[in-house]
């Protein structure tokens, strides 16, 4: 009982991947961040990719492009009933992609198609609140990583009309630290999870172009499925009479785990106004199916038990997050041939219900500003962004550990990349 009870202790903290806003990373191209992230009815380079496989066919020319960004942030949690304020302390975030694109040139049906590659991290943060905080017993820390590498077909229908197809091999893991407390004793003890995931999945896109001054854009981005095949999960410092006679190895000194965790299915529309030979105006809505994300399942095994009863175990922690919706406009200005300047402003609403927040998923509705900056010389280009991310404050009581408060956060993301045409 008591193992078990570890067990679903420090499986319950866990949303590894899943949160729409929080560790979602809409970062994947310098460019489109600097006016809000917007690509989806735009053909502006490589990174058509990501943002619209429909895009890439009707690129006059091949490319490369990289980039990498800096996020920053800081949560803060006040407990109910206190004003006393806690706040984590990350790292830093340093997502970031890379896209290559070829197709022949010429005439001929050859020449419509384009096939790229992108690698790209859509999900990822990490998160640290300490040993000292009122949640320590929920998460001292966790970091979550994704990689995600999609090759790419696109076809040009006709000169302002494409369609495109990746397929997304997804690679991540997770790493979670969290206090494990027995009543009336001391000290804690401390529980570590890691463990790698993969999943598969993919994306399509349709653009459109009827007239000079107007373009459409629609991507389908599928549903993601990270399975964890052999997660791990060590306690340490369990008090003594919950060890074994020896007194060197814990009750629990291994074991190992399986999950699959969604990462919902999404799908954007965009249009795209070029409203002067110098001026575009551009809005897209991103809706995505969050609502996959029900429940949180582990079935983990017990590598130092042989009765089997006691081997095979399953935790289910309930999440009933909801579809959610971002919203997003941008403008570019071409101040000279070489020179353009961009702004953007995000609005998203959370997926997280009320009594579903938890330490590593402090979401709330959110809006984002953006600035940005690109600056061409022949084949080469070169864009910087930032982004300031505002959080609302939001006070909420877990449904899952009872850990009440309020929660806020803000971000500041400083986003570069570089380009080349060939």
């Given at each position: 009982m008591i193992k078990k009870t570890l067990l679903a202790a420090t499986f319950a903290a866990l949303p590894f991947l899943a949160n729409a806003q929080g560790y979602q990373v809409?970062?994947?191209?310098?460019?489109?961040?600097?006016?809000?992230?917007?690509?989806?009815?735009?053909?502006?380079?490589?990174?058509?990719?990501?943002?619209?496989?429909?895009?890439?066919?009707?690129?006059?020319?091949?490319?490369?492009?990289v980039g990498a960004s800096a996020i920053m942030v800081k949560n803060s949690f006040m407990e109910t009933g206190t004003n006393r304020k806690y706040e984590s302390n990350n790292?830093?975030?340093?997502?970031?992609?890379?896209?290559?694109?070829?197709?022949?040139k010429g005439e001929g049906l050859a020449s419509r198609f384009k096939f790229g590659l992108g690698?790209?991290?859509?999900?990822?943060?990490?998160?640290?609140?300490?040993?000292?905080?009122?949640?320590?017993?929920?998460?001292?820390?966790?970091?979550?990583?994704?990689?995600?590498?999609?090759?790419?077909?696109s076809f040009k229908i006709t000169n302002n009309f494409g369609i495109g197809v990746g397929v997304s091999y997804a690679i991540g893991g997770v790493n979670l630290k969290r206090n494990v407390g027995f009543p009336s004793l001391a000290p804690d003890a401390s529980a570590e999870l890691d463990g790698s995931a993969n999943g598969l999945g993919f994306s399509a896109g349709v653009y459109y172009q009827p007239i000079?001054?107007?373009?459409?854009?629609?991507?389908?981005r599928s549903q993601?499925?990270?399975k964890i095949e052999e997660g791990t999960i060590n306690i340490s410092n369990i008090p003594a009479f919950l060890s074994n006679t020896s007194g060197t190895a814990f009750l629990l000194p291994s074991t190992s785990f399986k999950s699959a965790l969604p990462l919902p299915g999404s799908v954007a529309f965009?249009?795209?106004v070029y409203a002067t030979d110098k001026l575009t105006l551009a809005g897209e809505l991103t809706y995505t199916a969050w609502s996959a994300y029900d429940s949180l399942r582990f079935d983990y095994k017990d590598s130092k038990t042989t009765n089997p009863a006691n081997q095979l175990t399953n935790t289910r922690s309930p999440r009933n997050y909801n579809d959610?919706?971002?919203?997003?406009?941008?403008?570019?200005?071409k101040v000279t041939e070489a020179i353009t300047a961009r702004a953007g402003y995000a609005y998203g609403i959370t997926p997280v219900p009320n009594g579903s927040m938890t330490p590593e998923t402090p979401d709330?509705?959110?809006?984002?500003?953006?600035?940005?900056?690109?600056?061409?010389?022949?084949?080469?280009?070169?864009?910087?962004?930032?982004?300031?991310?505002?959080v609302s404050k939001r006070t909420d009581t877990s449904k899952e550990n009872g850990l009440s408060g309020t929660y806020k956060t803000n971000a500041t993301v400083i986003a570069i990349g570089v380009g080349y045409e060939f």
């Open positions: 809409a970062l994947q191209g310098a460019k489109q961040t600097g006016m809000a992230h917007i690509g989806v009815a735009t053909k502006e380079d490589v990174t058509a990719i990501y943002f619209n496989p429909g895009a890439l066919s009707l690129l006059e020319k091949n490319g490369v492009a790292p830093l975030g340093t997502p970031f992609y890379f896209y290559g694109a070829w197709g022949p690698v790209y991290t859509p999900f990822g943060s990490s998160v640290t609140w300490g040993d000292s905080w009122p949640g320590r017993y929920t998460l001292n820390s966790i970091v979550l990583r994704a990689i995600f590498i999609q090759p790419t077909a000079k001054q107007l373009s459409l854009g629609i991507t389908y993601v499925d990270m965009g249009a795209t959610n919706l971002l919203f997003r406009v941008g403008a570019s200005y709330a509705d959110r809006s984002n500003y953006f600035l940005g900056l690109g600056y061409k010389m022949g084949a080469l280009s070169f864009d910087a962004a930032l982004q300031l991310v505002d």
